[in-house]
């Protein structure tokens, strides 16, 4: 235990990681600052969607009057010509309450501006809006008009739910290693180079429980990090954001069909699998610290190895590969929104078994080390 407080100490109290928290956190406020000036954007955003499909309909409109001046009496064409004048005329009141803040009316008529462009794609006319895009939108709107939940950008929102969304993204999408390997980057290695690791040796302690107070103390600094990322993000949103709900519905694929998910159950499922992934990019470094015993070498071959397996998720896409693959949770965004062919959790057992296995052979290594 004293071995563990010492090892902690060491990191928690130097300069290092209190620059690294301090670097967080001002990071973290200056991503909420920008979605704060990007609130006009999204108004300005939303209105040039709205004109894009205007002009398109517009295009169609002179195509079907056109191809009427040649045949009069083309019924087809009469009834494509019916269809987009109507979704030209929608467009043109949407975009008329652009600036409003009548959110369900916008959703209600986005709705059927998407049934009336479904319908008229249908019968063969041209629209730049693909089905699966009409589809989602349509499924994403019908579900926040059910449970009476105004819409958010997906990236400049200033609502603290979604703004925390947006900061746990980041965090498990290689943010949590980054800052780990960070914090940790000497915490072996560097003792071997600066032959630090000597006076450990010839203490009467069993030569394991260097690697074991080294591994708890790491996994407390990464809680720590995660704690002071999302209570910074949260205070920040609290204070100088709006309210929104942790029910804001998110847009997952299982089993080829659309499903919903809630914000607090994706950040609570990112952070679990990408905390599951921690414990063995922990085991990872120190065993390769034993072996190299230089700090480069350490974190090179390290960063080699994760980037291995993050290519190896990408290319191996068969569903129960996720089952063998201890890099799988290295995605876990993507392990949670697509789960056609796996679930969101499959990789946590072989992930938990690697870690294991290195520890195994992190605590053999250093057993068999010699003063140096």
């Known amino acids: 235990m004293k071995l563990l407080l010492f090892e902690f100490k060491k990191i928690f109290f130097s300069k290092r990681f209190l620059y690294i928290m301090l670097l967080l956190i001002i990071g973290i406020a200056l991503l909420f600052a920008r979605n704060v000036t990007f609130q006009s954007y999204i108004e300005k955003e939303e209105k040039e969607q709205i004109a894009n499909q205007t002009k398109a309909s517009q295009a169609n409109s002179r195509v079907h009057r056109i191809a009427l ?8 064409q009469l009834k494509l010509q019916k269809m987009n004048s109507e979704i030209r005329d929608q467009l ?19 709705n059927e501006i998407f049934a009336n462009t479904l319908v008229y794609k249908n019968e063969g006319g041209d629209f730049p809006l693909s089905e699966k895009e009409i ?13 009476g939940i105004a819409p958010e950008h997906d990236i400049y929102s200033v609502a603290m739910p979604n703004f925390m969304k947006q900061i746990v993204d980041l965090y498990i999408h290689f943010g949590a290693f980054v800052l780990l390997i960070l914090v940790i980057g000497e915490s072996m290695s560097g003792e071997y180079e600066n032959h630090s690791i000597n006076q450990l040796f010839t203490q009467p302690l069993k030569k394991t429980w260097i690697v074991t107070s080294k591994f ?10 995660t704690g002071t990322v999302l209570l910074s993000a949260g205070l920040i949103g609290l204070l100088f954001g709006e309210k929104g709900t942790f029910n804001y519905p998110m847009l997952i694929e299982k089993n080829n069909a659309i499903e919903f998910i809630t914000i607090s159950s994706y950040m609570t499922k990112g952070i679990l699998l990408v905390s599951v992934a921690i414990l063995m990019v922990i085991t990872l470094y120190f065993l390769y610290s034993l072996l190299f015993k230089q700090t480069l070498a350490t974190l090179a071959v390290v960063l080699l190895t994760l980037a291995g397996g993050y290519f190896l998720s990408n290319f191996v896409t068969w569903g129960p590969f996720s089952w063998f ?16 062919d796996q679930m969101w959790y499959q990789a946590i057992p072989i992930t938990l078994a690697t870690s294991i296995v290195l520890y195994i052979l992190a605590a053999w290594k ?3 080390s010699k003063i140096v």
């Open 325 to 340: 693959n201890p890099f799988a949770n290295l995605l876990p965004g993507d392990m949670i929104l697509q789960q056609n």
């Open 69 to 76: 001046e040649n045949s009069p009496e083309d019924e087809e």
């Open 92 to 110: 043109y009141e949407l975009n008329g309450i652009a600036s409003s803040d009548d959110w369900q009316r916008k959703l209600t008529l986005q």
């Open 135 to 147: 589809h989602t939108s349509t499924t994403l709107n019908e579900k926040l008009l059910k449970e």
């Open 216 to 225: 708890w103390s790491s996994v407390l600094l990464y809680v720590i990090m």
């Open 366 to 368: 250093i057993n068999t």
